[in-house]
């Protein structure tokens, strides 16, 4: 099937017919000045070097090279659809340190850019596998579910930093559960997690994370970024330093990649400069027993107007060379000159197309969602943002048509921080983007962010009856989840005191028996003063009373740990 992308550039063909026109009044007008000197056979005969009918030869071939130029300047393409088919290969889960450490400049330039480049090589080599990414720094979030379709998992590498998460610190056990719980259900043994980070793990045990994905049938890769002498993170245009006011050293943590690697059945690879790591864990990735998919991918167009511009080319080239006389060559008349300017044309038409491309795809992807074909749509708008990332317009339409398909994950992802961009473009649209995404949060169950949202809708448009009353929905939702957060805080409270008084009664009767046995004891001894040696009962009896007391004592002391523990504030954001 071909698709023209930039159709429009096919009126261009229109003008054939009027340049055969305007050339056959030309011909009649200077045969009439001819006519003013004499017999025209007669003055003919005066210029024999002027061809008769090579005019409009040099014409028809003009008019070809015309037709291709404008069927190339419309863009036909091929290959483009969104299709189900079957997919043989692994899934892999790709988990991408975004803290601040990840700003150090051991790489080129530097860490975090690095990766993502990395990453986005890795991407245009799978074939068959699907994949997926994870972000994390303090916290870890899903940026782009188990996907098929590679387009998309680019379209979401670039977008990253390490602002993509707002709490820092690096929680690897956190970051691995988090992509553990991301596989599909299809994957039991077919399972990888790449673990791409500087190993400076400040907050959890991801040794016993990767112990838990082999037991889900996953194994853990690590590659480990960044050099073991360190290097300091810049930040806001000096170097990031900690509480004391000294400046940090990132460095990088091989012993716990090396460990977690080890416990996670995977592989650990230092990234380096040419090469960062990630073959070697695809070729072990490789050796997975293939699982077969069954997915809807979206395939890009391949361009093909370089071919129909080679063909214009090579008729005006022809009529190039030709003579405007019967005997002479004139290359440098006026077909040198147009060729001149169609030549240009050609080859600033890429620039052009590229320019005008985002908007044309727009279109079209807006044609599909009034038909209702909503992943029809999903294309066109994402083959506009890969003309031009940063188009709102094109990531408001994708998160709609996504929102329509029930991709609500998906949709929330290209919704993010449009409100500003819109307000600037149209105070309608920012109105309806803040409806529609109080729609998407009722969808999640984020009442709290619904809330907000239709709020700030209002505040635009302060007459929306339909947002008035999802709003009110809205509200009615958020009271609902609160008061059964409560409930569940109060129960949750009730069974701890429950559990305190319990323990602490075992302890009143522990204590209590506890010491009816010393003084059972000491009555024993009182009686049996001729005896010199205890019972080997009574020994053990005091013995077990000991150990109670000991464990009663270091039970006091893990509580205090995790309440402090609990308690404490992060000090490390990097």
Known sequence: MIYLAQGGYLLVILLIPLMFIAYWLMRRLRRRRIARFGDPELVSGLIPEVPRRKGWVKLTLISIALLFFAVGMSRPQIGATLKEKQ??????????????????????????????LAISKLVDELQGDRIGLIIFAGESFVQLPITSDYVSAKIFLNSITTGSVPVQG????????????????ESEHSRAIILITDGENHEDDPVSAARDAVDMGARVFCIGVGSTEGKPIPMDGGLLKDKDGNIVVTRLDEKTLRDIASAGQGLYVRAGNSEFGLNPVIDEIRAFEDKEFQSVVFEEFDEQYMYFFAI????????????????????FGRSGRALTVLAVFMVLSPAVLSAQSDRSEVR??????????????????????????????????????????????????????????????????ASDYFHNSGNLSLKQKKYQEAVEAFKESLRLEPDNFETKSN???????????????????QQDQNQNQQDQNNQDQNQDQNQDQNQDNQDQNQDQQQN?????????????????????????????????????????EKEKNW
Do not use: W
């Open 170 to 185: 690096t929680a690897l056990g956190e970051a691995i559960r988090t992509a553990i719980r991301s596989f599909t259900s």
């Open 471 to 489: 709003l009110a929905y809205a509200q009615k939702m958020l009271k609902d989840q609160q008061q059964q957060q409560q409930q569940q805080q």
């Open 312 to 331: 214009a080319l090579i008729f005006l080239l022809i009529e190039f060379f030709m003579s405007d006389t019967r005997n002479h060559r004139n290359l």
């Open 528 to 568: 049996r003063q001729n005896q010199p040696q205890i019972s080997p009962q009574a020994a053990q009896q005091m013995l077990q009373a000991i150990e109670d007391k000991e464990k009663q004592t270091q039970d006091k002391v893990k509580k205090a740990k995790a309440l402090q523990q609990k308690s404490k």
């Open 364 to 429: 079209a992807g807006n044609r599909d969602f009034k038909k209702g074909l909503y992943r029809e749509a999903e294309i066109d708008y994402k083959r506009a943002l890969i003309a031009d990332s940063a188009s709102a317009i094109a990531k408001y339409n994708l998160g709609n048509a996504l929102y329509k398909a029930e991709s609500y994950n998906e949709a929330e992802i290209y919704f993010k921080d449009l409100g500003d961009t819109l307000k600037n473009l149209s105070k309608s649209k």
């Open 87 to 116: 997919i043989k290969g692994a899934e892999i889960m790709v988990v991408l340190d975004v803290s601040n450490s990840m700003l150090a400049e051991d790489y080129s330039p530097n860490r975090l850019e690095r990766a993502k």
